[in-house]
């Protein structure tokens, strides 16, 4: 049925064919995303980013992505600067919102405001992350980072790694990942593992999933690591926060036993969870990972307001 006009609130909005389609518009995005090439294909459309949370890599791959195909942006970055600080409605900010641009990209911090934000909106809304809830774009540029390094999704191995509670690019993902036939194995701290309610949805797309009983073994096996921040800011009491924090930590030493082909991601930023010295490691990905998110916003841009893309 194609992108154009719909909202993409959860990854789980996606079908297989869409993220298929995504991802083969991401590739012929790429000379563009550097400026290689000059396509306007968005000039004269309009982006609403309203982000009610901190965000350097979305919110700016988002414009990024906007400007390389010669649309433009409106921007709430600081919410306090917005009449939300006045005690406005997040169903009456969104309505306004529509009013104004062809699309609304939002972060906020309540889980389901997305859901909400696109019921008052008659322009199509991207999640880009809801709490704890779903970052369904960062969900596509993680795909394509895998796929651009494998050249297929299905059989990888990839270890999830981090906070799996709270982290909502691991349920995004572990959802796209089950769906294209990828098997997960999940490590976290105990009070960190993932919820139920998306791993019994995991079983229902009948997703391979396993816990790993030992994270160095784990490795060894794996074609993905994929890490996360422990997100503190999701933590009712910081002395909670304060038991898991370190505990977990990707060096070289670690990586030591790991396959060749191996690539470590992260959707950043980190706080520690990999250290500096594997940024010059041939397994590190994370940097491309963030890279790719402007071919794949303009991607997913042009297909949800044009239908076409490239
Ligand atoms: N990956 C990600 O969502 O980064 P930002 O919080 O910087 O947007």
Redesign the pocket.
């Known amino acids: 049925m194609g992108l154009k006009g719909r909202d993409l609130i959860s990854i789980r909005d996606l079908s297989r064919e869409d993220i298929e389609e995504v991802l083969r518009a991401s590739r012929r995005m790429l000379p563009l995303a550097v400026g290689g090439k000059v396509n306007r294909g968005l000039a004269g459309w309009v982006l609403t980013l309203a982000f009610f949370?901190?965000?350097?890599?979305?919110?700016?791959?988002f414009e990024t992505a906007m400007l390389r195909l010669g649309g433009a942006c409106v921007t709430i970055a600081d919410p306090a600067s917005s009449s939300t600080k006045k005690g406005e409605s997040l169903h009456d900010t969104t309505r306004i919102l529509s009013g104004y641009g062809d699309a609304i990209v939002l972060?906020h911090p309540n889980e389901g405001a997305a859901r909400l934000a696109a019921m008052a909106s008659d322009k199509p809304v991207i999640n880009?992350?809801d709490g704890a809830g779903q970052?369904p774009s960062?969900t596509l540029?993680d795909l394509a980072t895998m796929h651009e390094a494998f050249g297929t999704l299905t059989g990888l191995k990839v270890v999830l790694l981090g906070d799996l509670k709270f982290g909502r690019?691991a349920h995004s993902l572990a959802h796209a990942l089950g769906v294209f036939g990828a098997e997960l194995v999940l490590s976290s701290p105990p009070s960190l593992a993932l919820p139920e309610e998306v791993r019994e949805h995991l079983d229902q797309v009948g997703a391979k999933v396993s816990d790993a009983d030992q994270l160095h073994q784990a490795i060894r096996d794996a074609d993905v690591l994929y890490v996360t921040r422990i997100q503190r800011e999701r933590f009712g009491d910081d002395r909670e926060y304060q038991k898991v924090a370190g505990s977990y930590r990707i060096d070289n030493a670690v990586l030591a036993g790991a396959k060749d082909r191996l690539i470590v991601m992260h959707?950043?930023?980190r706080m520690g969870e990999i250290a500096p010295e594997v940024d010059g490691s041939p397994h590190a990905a994370y940097f491309r990972q963030?890279a790719l998110?402007v071919p794949v916003r303009m991607a997913l841009l042009s297909l949800m307001l044009t239908g076409k893309a490239g």
């Open positions: 949370e901190p965000s350097t890599r979305t919110r700016l791959s972060r880009a992350g970052h960062q540029i690019t959707p950043l930023p963030a998110g």
